[in-house]
């Protein structure tokens, strides 16, 4: 159960300061009325892009953006561990230009994030930002998650903020997927955001991550690394339906040659990690235990190092896990200054979950909900687009298992 402490009550809000992971609460009227932010800060009540001024006359002020966490096809993602969030633009589809939105958020998104890369007067106009995220499964409570500056010290300009394609029933369309960095401060006092309200956001309450992100464009994360070390088997599941029957899908698609998930283990690494490089899919017949072996590239591009890795891959059904057994054929055979990954479309057990970790195994352990993430990531959100992707690049792995059973009964009796 949350701290008690946490909670900003509904009739408390207009003056209440804004903490990192406090639940603000909504109200009971049963109408848009009982919705916290309206109340919390002037920018309205409705919609995952909300703010204060107007974003064509280019003088919006203050901006908020809420996530419900809801929405499988556009996942947005804050990753706890580098402080850097993910956030889908609002042309959700067919039949629009990108900038022409409703709310105009993706114009928004284009003008901040433009901003950001110019000069200290340019990132001077760009509206200080605050995430919230739906607090539970019902009611209107919201979560404030922090600060957040466009980009990432990480990212370039080609990388933070980009179009990307997704298409529905057959339509093709663009909306914007933005990389944001949550900035290393715990409380936003209301001092500031009167100052931000005014006109004044480098008053003398603005706090400082603000600061030198405007003035030097520098990123000082909030980063929280996590003090759990195994998930549970729900958590390494998606709880969605569709996520159910988009894992149920790739189990069917490989049924007839289990060998032929490990093609896609990999490809499902790559999206993953990038900068793998070469990747060698061993025979069945003389695997050893490895499924595949690569490299991993480190480095700038002109003097990269390779580090050697090994892949294993079971595509097992949602209810089989994959056991200590199968992770200690993985381990026998790292060599010093290697690491493991190891994919299923099923779960880890928790005993070889919790051994990995307490022995600090250098093991990626990429299950079934993680598979999930990835390919909604890259627009394969449904289970009809996961077997559209997987009969366009894996057909030869199922169709070769295929033509050897059918062989196979051709020759008995």
């Given amino acids: 159960m949350d701290d008690p402490e946490l909670y900003v009550p509904f009739d408390a809000l207009s003056d209440a300061d804004l903490m990192v992971d406090a639940i603000y609460r909504g109200g009971s009227a049963g109408s848009v009325a009982d919705d916290p932010l309206g109340r919390l800060l002037p920018v309205g009540n409705q919609g995952g892009f909300r703010y204060k001024g107007s974003v064509l006359d280019k003088t919006v002020r203050l901006a908020v953006l809420y996530t419900s966490g809801f929405e499988p096809d556009w996942p947005d ?8 969030f993910t956030y889908y633009g609002d042309n959700r589809r067919p039949g629009q230009e990108l900038h022409v939105t409703r709310r105009r958020g993706n114009m928004l998104l284009r003008d901040v994030f433009a901003a950001c890369h110019a000069s200290a007067a340019d990132r001077a106009k ?26 990432a010290a990480t990212l370039t300009a080609n990388d933070d903020l980009q179009a990307i394609w997704r298409s529905t029933a057959g339509k093709r369309f663009q909306n914007y997927q933005a990389r944001f960095t949550v900035l290393d401060q715990a409380v936003i006092r209301r001092s500031w955001l009167d100052e931000v309200l005014r006109g004044s956001p480098l008053g003398e309450a603005c706090p400082k991550p603000w600061r ?28 969605d339906g569709p996520g159910q029957r988009m894992l149920e899908t790739i189990h069917r698609f490989f049924a007839p040659n289990p060998h032929g998930f490990e093609r896609c283990a990999v490809e499902l690494w790559r999206m993953m990690s990038p900068a793998t490089g070469a990747v060698d899919v ?59 990954v190891f994919v299923t479309t099923s779960y880890f057990h928790h005993q070889a979950y919790g051994e990995i970790r307490a022995d ?33 690049n894996f057909a030869d792995d199922k169709g070769e298992a295929q033509a050897a059973i059918r062989s196979a009964n051709r020759g008995r009796p």
């Fill in 126 to 151: 760009v509206p200080p930002i605050l995430l919230f995220a739906k607090a539970g499964s019902g009611g209107r409570d919201v979560r404030f998650r922090g600060l957040l500056a466009p980009g």
């Fill in 282 to 340: 061993t025979r069945a017949s003389r695997d050893g235990g490895r499924d595949a072996v690569g490299v991993y590239h480190l480095g700038p591009a002109a003097d990269r190092i390779a580090i050697d890795f090994a892949l294993e891959a079971k595509c097992y059904a949602r209810t089989n896990s994959v056991g200590v057994t199968d992770i200690s054929r993985l381990i026998s055979r790292l060599r010093h200054r290697n690491f493991g």
């Fill in 360 to 392: 600090q195994h250098p093991i990626a352990l990429i299950c079934g909900g993680d598979i999930v993430d990835i390919l909604r990531r890259h627009g394969h959100g449904t289970p009809e687009a996961v077997h559209t992707w997987l009969s366009t």
């Fill in 212 to 239: 030198e992100w405007v003035n030097g464009r520098s990123y000082h994360p909030l980063v929280a690394p996590s003090t759990k070390v195994v998930r549970t088997r729900d958590e390494q599941l998606p709880s």
């Fill in 77 to 84: 993602e804050l990753d706890e561990q580098t402080g850097v």
